[in-house]
T-cell receptor
């Protein structure tokens, strides 16, 4: 079972920031937070991951609370192409013998 | 240039047939996976191979048999296809020792009629 809780859906206006929350209150000390997204009819795409510090890359920013029990994925300027299902996943980095477990994710709809 | 490629992209077949889906990755990753995404859009892990060795085998009917001839390939063979096997099957790969993330293929949409 997925160890995370996400809202089933969110809306965002094009050009605005999309802030996608994720609760992972049972996260262990050696588990990272990963974000993936799945655009319709495509394979899931890796976005970003982090342990405890905030992270930023060309796609998004990841803000992790100090107690690590929740995080927020930020798409700073959402576009129509960001409409997708976003998955928040927790997993230890050297967890051989396991695979990413996808939950239901958040369906983000970006509109003009 | 495609990192993880699956063939075919679409597969329509009759119940009872046997079919195979092929997957190849050119990323040099050690581990490959098969996921199934059903009509409700849930992504579920089916199998995982690490350096040609099966390391994950979820509760999947034994009609499904993965085969890894080398670490760049993981094929999925399905015997006696059933209507419930209709789904999108995704192949993925990762380098687990240094986990930068999974790379997924574009999927194979299997329709059993």
């Amino acid at each position: 079972d997925a160890k995370t809780t996400q809202p089933p859906s969110m809306d965002c206006a094009e050009g605005r920031a999309a802030n996608l929350p994720c609760n992972h209150s049972t996260i262990s000390g050696n588990e990272y937070v990963y974000w993936y997204r799945q655009i319709h009819s495509q394979g899931p795409q890796y976005i970003i991951h982090g342990l405890k510090n905030n992270e930023t890359n060309e796609m998004a920013s990841l803000i992790i609370t100090e107690d690590r029990k929740s995080s927020t994925l930020i798409l700073p300027h959402a576009t129509l192409r960001d409409t997708a299902v976003y998955y928040c996943i927790v997993r230890a980095i050297n967890q051989a013998g396991t695979a990413l477990i996808f939950g239901k994710g958040t369906t983000l709809s970006v509109s003009s | 240039d495609t990192a993880v490629s699956q063939t075919p992209k679409y597969l329509v077949t009759q119940m009872g047939n046997d079919k195979s889906i092929k997957c190849e990755q050119n990323l040099g990753h050690d581990t490959m996976y098969w996921y199934k995404q059903d009509s409700k859009k849930f992504l579920k892990i089916m199998f995982s191979y690490n350096n040609k060795e099966l390391i994950i085998n979820e509760t999947v009917p034994n009609r499904f048999s993965p085969k890894s001839p080398d670490k760049a390939h993981l094929n999925l063979h399905i015997n006696s296809l059933e209507l419930g096997d209709s789904a999108v099957y995704f192949c993925a790969s990762s380098q687990d020792l240094i986990f930068y993330g999974y790379t997924f293929g574009s999927g194979t949409r299997l329709t059993v009629v």
